[in-house]
């Protein structure tokens, strides 16, 4: 079957270790293809799998079987995939991650692949004289001690730790500076990329970057999920990659041309930086302090630039020194696409970035804008500032704007085509008592949201609109995807248009929290959920004073959103039996995935309220934690006897996430 190790360096050093190892069956000088092969059955025809995964998960289960170190095997594997790296002519298949080791496991010792002679291996200067003598070497028994790791170990996702690939990059990058940069294969960078930001090594991160051979670097489609980039401390991380991106545009602008780190990056993409402005450890990166470790950057490179051209120009003395220096050949610069947030602090600094960094080698370009506690004119100066090519949302909070002040804003949202969520929340708009004043606000407001072509998602949150939102919505060129209208002081004709409009069979998320279901609203929420039942995913009904009489009339309306994935139930009086049945009810909806339901109403204790410590408004009723352990039980086992690992039932609202818009 010829050589399958062909042009597969990293495979076949990694058979070379498990021969060394001398487990049974594994000692195949022929290649694992022809064993495999010769097994028959599921096993049969797999030789050419090699070509494609690189490793397949048998080598884990013979690894774990026969007691084999895996720490040993990582550091000394990736100690050995250096030195091959060091080959010009080294090239490699395309990275696959492995299938989970708990697929291979061997009933037994008896070795159940052919003994075949081993064949001739290819040597590395220094590596068997290394691995023979070294006291890192693995016992052969099964009792052998575990040899404590040489690199920091870290709760990675599945699909990391399960790629052999994965573990020897996070070896080489526990080294600084990395010794085989130079002659790094392209395809290898993204992996060691992940390896160093999921363990935390700056410096190599700062050293990939500066020799990036990849016009785009997107921190999220390298990492994985946006999930990694919030649990994994990161803000040093994205401040090396920051300063890599500056450090290499300053060489670009004083010696044009003369680069020989071989960077090509042209498009920096940190959007995915956790979303918390508050930070949710010391040292991670919030979009706040990342958004000013950006403005800084685009400020300094700016300021690098202006001092370069006048350097220039005085070396060129007289009327056509100013004119040769312009003329001189400027770098492409770098386009850094990020998420903004900004408030009353971080103004200034984003506001010069913006204005100046323009033009400038270093150029933000803003996916989602969020201002905080910000005043009318700054907003509207940095919304004029945005590139609008790339806006796709726009938050607006804690902000007193007011039909007025959304009269002076909305305008200057038009020229983002493809803004497609508008979050307005807290803006203190309160018509329920209708004026003249307030029925010109309101056509105003109309007739800007229909400006938005591409608008799917809106938040008027706490808004008092009642009896107003057939008038708000009613010129809007496409329907909405995406509602979220809690404590908005809404009347039954507000959700009878609703249910009526064709927003409701486009709808995926729905949020009417702090509504009082318990009168008139109960019926025309549940003929809007029919309407919306075949498209709804996410649901939220928290602090609605419903109890158990008003959720069993929504039961059968429910269970018809087959795919309704979030439902959100905290804060209304419920009890435990209450629960138990729709959670019962709604094991049949294959989607749902979370649901956050109340404290129990037969969890509390007959007290009356309490004042929260540090509040002079705020009341708690007393909590009987015995009875809310039982109920938790309870409920933990039905959902353990239903089988659906899938979803989870917690009464806590807060840090499990919520379905962003973009993200349905």
């Known amino acids: 079957m010829g050589d399958p190790w062909a042009g597969?360096?990293?495979?076949?050093?990694?058979?070379?270790?498990?021969?060394?190892?001398?487990?049974?069956?594994?000692?195949?000088?022929?290649?694992?293809g022809a064993a495999l092969g010769g097994l028959g059955g599921p096993w049969a025809g797999l030789e050419g799998a090699w070509t494609g995964l690189g490793i397949p998960g048998l080598v884990w289960g013979s690894l774990e079987w026969f007691g084999v170190s895996l720490n040993w095997f990582e550091d000394s594997l990736g100690e050995a995939l250096s030195c091959v790296l060091q080959d010009p002519n080294f090239t490699e298949s395309p990275l696959k991650l492995l299938p989970p080791k708990s697929l291979f496991r061997f009933p037994s010792p008896t070795p159940f692949l052919p003994q075949v002679p081993s064949a001739a291996k290819r040597e590395i200067p220094g590596f068997w004289e290394h691995s023979q003598n070294s006291a890192m070497a693995p016992s052969r028994s099964r009792s052998s001690t575990r040899i404590p790791p040489c690199i920091p170990k870290r709760q990675l996702p599945p699909g990391y730790s399960d790629s052999l690939l994965f573990l020897c990059a996070r070896r080489i990058v526990a080294h600084h500076p990395l010794p085989i940069l130079p002659a790094l294969p392209a395809h290898l960078y993204p992996i060691l990329f992940q390896a160093a930001f999921l363990d935390g090594r700056p410096l190599v991160l700062r050293d990939l970057v500066a020799a990036w051979p990849f016009p785009v670097l997107n921190f999220q489609r390298l990492v994985g999920r946006r999930e990694l980039l919030r649990d994994h401390p990161c803000k040093l991380c994205v401040q090396a990659v920051i300063l890599a991106v500056v450090a290499q545009l300053r060489r670009e602008l004083e010696e044009p041309g003369r680069d020989s780190s071989g960077c090509r990056l042209r498009v920096l993409d940190v959007t995915g930086v956790p979303d918390d402005p508050a930070g949710?450890?010391?040292?991670?990166?919030?979009?706040?302090?990342?958004?000013?470790?950006?403005?800084?950057?685009?400020?300094?490179?700016?300021?690098?630039?202006?001092?370069?051209?006048?350097?220039?120009?005085?070396?060129?003395?007289?009327?056509?020194?100013?004119?040769?220096?312009?003329?001189?050949?400027?770098?492409?610069?770098?386009?850094?696409?990020?998420?903004?947030?900004?408030?009353?602090?971080?103004?200034?600094?984003?506001?010069?970035?913006?204005?100046?960094?323009?033009?400038?080698?270093?150029?933000?370009?803003?996916?989602?804008?969020?201002?905080?506690?910000?005043?009318?004119?700054?907003?509207?100066?940095?919304?004029?500032?945005?590139?609008?090519?790339?806006?796709?949302?726009?938050?607006?909070?804690?902000?007193?704007?007011?039909?007025?002040?959304?009269?002076?804003?909305?305008?200057?949202?038009?020229?983002?085509p493809e803004l497609r969520s508008l979050k307005l929340q807290y803006s203190n708009v309160d018509v329920r008592r209708p004026t003249p004043e307030s029925a010109i606000g309101i056509r105003c407001l109309a007739g800007q949201l229909g400006m938005l072509p591409s608008l799917r998602e809106l938040n008027l949150g706490s808004s008092r609109l009642s009896g107003n939102l057939r008038q708000i919505l009613c010129d809007l060129q496409a329907p909405l995807e995406s509602l979220e209208l809690a404590f908005c002081s809404l009347v039954p004709a507000d959700l009878a248009f609703l249910s009526q409009s064709f927003h409701a069979p486009a709808l995926k998320r729905l949020d009417l929290s702090g509504h009082d279901f318990s009168q008139g609203l109960l019926e025309p929420l549940r003929l809007l959920l029919e309407e919306t039942s075949a498209s709804l995913l996410h649901l939220d009904l928290m602090e609605c004073r419903m109890a158990d009489s008003h959720l069993d009339a929504l039961l059968p309306t429910l269970r018809r959103c087959s795919r309704l994935r979030f439902l959100g139930l905290y804060g209304n009086s419920l009890s435990t039996a209450a629960l138990k049945d729709l959670l019962q009810k709604t094991l049949e909806l294959p989607d749902l995935h979370l649901v956050v339901?109340?404290?129990?109403?037969?969890?509390?204790?007959?007290?009356?309220?309490?004042?929260?410590?540090?509040?002079?408004?705020?009341?708690?009723?007393?909590?009987?934690?015995?009875?809310?352990?039982?109920?938790?039980?309870?409920?933990s086992q039905l959902l353990a006897n239903s089988g659906r690992t899938d979803l989870v039932w917690t009464y806590n609202p807060y840090g499990h996430g919520a379905l962003d818009y973009f993200s349905l």
């Not at 360096?9 to 694992?32: A, C, D, E, K, T």
């Not at 204790?605 to 015995?626: A, F, L, Q, T």
Request: aromatic share 8%; hydrophobic share 40%.
């Open 597 to 635: 339901y109340p404290f129990p109403v037969d969890c509390y204790k007959p007290e009356p309220p309490r004042r929260v410590p540090g509040s002079r408004r705020i009341y708690e009723e007393p909590m009987d934690g015995e009875r809310l352990a039982a109920a938790t039980a309870e409920i």
């Open 280 to 416: 949710r450890a010391p040292d991670g990166m919030s979009v706040w302090s990342g958004t000013v470790a950006l403005a800084k950057a685009c400020v300094e490179v700016s300021k690098h630039q202006r001092e370069f051209l006048r350097r220039g120009s005085k070396r060129h003395k007289g009327r056509s020194g100013a004119a040769t220096a312009a003329a001189a050949p400027q770098p492409p610069g770098v386009d850094v696409h990020a998420d903004l947030f900004v408030n009353g602090t971080s103004y200034g600094i984003l506001r010069d970035a913006l204005q100046t960094g323009a033009t400038g080698p270093l150029r933000l370009k803003c996916r989602e804008f969020q201002a905080e506690k910000l005043s009318l004119a700054g907003i509207v100066s940095l919304l004029e500032s945005l590139d609008p090519s790339c806006v796709r949302r726009v938050d607006l909070r804690f902000r007193n704007l007011g039909l007025t002040g959304l009269s002076v804003i909305l305008p200057h949202l038009s020229r983002f």
């Open 8 to 32: 597969l360096r990293i495979p076949r050093l990694i058979w070379m270790f498990l021969n060394y190892f001398r487990i049974p069956g594994m000692v195949l000088g022929g290649g694992p």
